[in-house]
């Protein structure tokens, strides 16, 4: 039976995600068009050096991770940063929190949506962009509306095709690292020659951490999960320390294989870098391969999303910081409510998008960016909460190096999107952000009381 909007305890999410669910769409959310097209631009702004500055990022977005996994072990509930910002900061905290997240997902879905047309016009011409982009959302709002078990499992296999092509793609490359190539400008020299390993010097490596950054977006979907983990005090430590090194293996790894192979002034003047080794290798598929990889990229990465926003505006319902009707479950303990508005409001964007001139695709990602910072950064303010009302002793998955490491990751942001001034693609994203928390600011002074206080809220945690 459903729940009523007007429940004071509303019915709790399925408990049903396994370990490798949860891992699995971590992955899925952070490895998309990132590392299949958006490496290259990347790399033209640091060379050689895009190594350290995966490595740098991986740091940062790992540190932060761990402040949200010790929250999220000790309070499993869905929704996480927002409940956390919800119950420690106050309601204004947890209503930015959850929406901006929401929002984030949105761009990021419709991003991902608008492209879909795009891979499947590679094999039908003449199938329409917009009717290959409503079969996807049609397809996998339904998909998630079934239940939480069948959407891990999707997303298990999805996630689990990407990172297949990226493992196939590092030993391919390795296979002609050590086995010779035709290419006479291939070999390890690639690394300090055509300007050196820093190319555009320090201020490349910086500029460079914007497009790194947005790479890493998706991380932070294993708090969402803690509240249809079956075993979160063991799955969410273990999804956390992980991910991350998997993440930094297959981007590391796939780009210290590219920039050893080829020249890395010539990367982005070929296409795709997915293209080149294959190319290089004489297989005649490669463009079928690589076409289907990026559309599974996408198709992943929305799965991703739509669980994700579905769970986020579940969480806000619960605070009262959106309408009740979102906290309705579906007899298998699905809150439709939330996934339905989404997937409309998605599929909305995804029609305005459509009509805009080419080039509103970057500007819509760097807002999606500057979204994911102001997420990163609530999850970090929020812990420095968090743990002053906790016993360091009593937290069964401690973050280290606290507080310092908060106030390091803090800056590290607030850089970042300082940063971010600097790239003609980025900068308006910035003018935005502040526009954008006004907006929230006004939202959440004419929402409705909430249904209940941080206190009340929280002894639904467990």
């Known amino acids: 039976m459903s729940a009523s909007p007007t429940d004071a305890s509303p019915a709790t999410l399925s408990r049903s995600l396994k370990n490798r669910h949860i891992q699995m769409i971590a992955l899925g959310g952070a490895i998309g068009t990132g590392l299949f097209y958006g ?4 790399i033209q702004l640091v060379g050689p050096g895009i190594i350290l500055s995966y490595l740098i990022g991986g740091l940062a977005i790992y540190l932060i991770m761990r402040m949200q996994g010790e929250m999220s072990t000790q309070e499993p509930v869905s929704g996480a940063f927002s409940h956390f910002a ?15 997240y929401w929002l984030l997902y949105v761009l990021v879905s419709m991003a991902e949506l608008s492209v879909v047309g795009i891979y499947v016009n590679y094999w039908l011409p003449d199938f329409p962009a917009w009717a290959s982009a409503l079969v996807v959302l049609v397809s996998i709002t339904g998909l998630n509306l079934l239940n939480v078990r069948l959407y891990g499992e999707s997303e298990f296999w999805l996630a689990f095709i990407k990172i297949a092509a990226i493992v196939g793609m590092i030993v391919l490359g390795l296979l002609l690292i050590f086995l010779g190539s035709d290419q006479k400008a291939s070999g390890l020299s690639n690394l300090w020659a055509h300007g050196g390993f820093l190319p555009n010097g320090i201020h490349g490596l910086l500029l460079s951490l914007v497009v790194v950054m947005f790479s890493f977006g998706g991380t932070e979907l294993i708090g969402i999960t803690a509240g249809e983990a079956d075993d979160p005090r063991r799955s969410i430590p273990k999804a956390i320390n992980q991910v991350l090194w998997r993440i930094l293996l297959f981007y590391v790894g796939a780009l210290a294989v590219l920039v050893i192979l080829y020249p890395w002034n010539q990367i982005g003047s070929q296409g795709s870098p997915f293209v080149l080794i294959f190319s290089n290798l004489g297989i005649p598929a490669a463009p079928d391969i690589l076409n289907l990889v990026v559309l599974t990229a996408a198709i992943s990465v929305y799965n991703s999303g ?9 969480s806000l319902a619960q605070q009262g910081n959106a309408p009740r009707i979102f906290l309705r479950l579906s007899p298998r303990q699905v809150p439709w409510a939330g996934i339905l508005f989404s997937s409309a409001c998605t599929l909305v964007i995804v029609v305005i998008n459509f009509l805009v001139p080419e080039g509103a695709f970057m500007r819509i990602m760097a807002v999606a960016t500057a979204a994911a910072a102001t997420t990163w950064m609530m ?84």
């Open 306 to 314: 739509m669980y994700s926003n579905g769970r986020m505006l579940y």
């Open 379 to 462: 999850i970090i303010l929020v812990h420095l909460r968090f743990r002053r009302a906790h016993d360091a002793s009593t937290l069964h998955f401690l973050s280290p190096g606290f507080p310092w490491v908060n106030y390091l990751c803090a800056a590290f942001l607030v850089g970042l999107v300082g940063l971010m001034t600097q790239l003609d693609d980025t900068r308006p994203a910035v003018y935005v952000l502040p526009v954008w928390l006004l907006a929230l600011y006004v939202g959440y002074r004419l929402r409705r009381q909430p249904l209940s206080s941080p206190g009340e809220c929280s002894s639904q945690s467990v």
């Open 39 to 42: 490496s290259a631009a990347s």
């Open 86 to 100: 919800y119950r420690y900061w106050g309601g204004f905290a947890g209503f930015l929190a959850g929406w901006n």
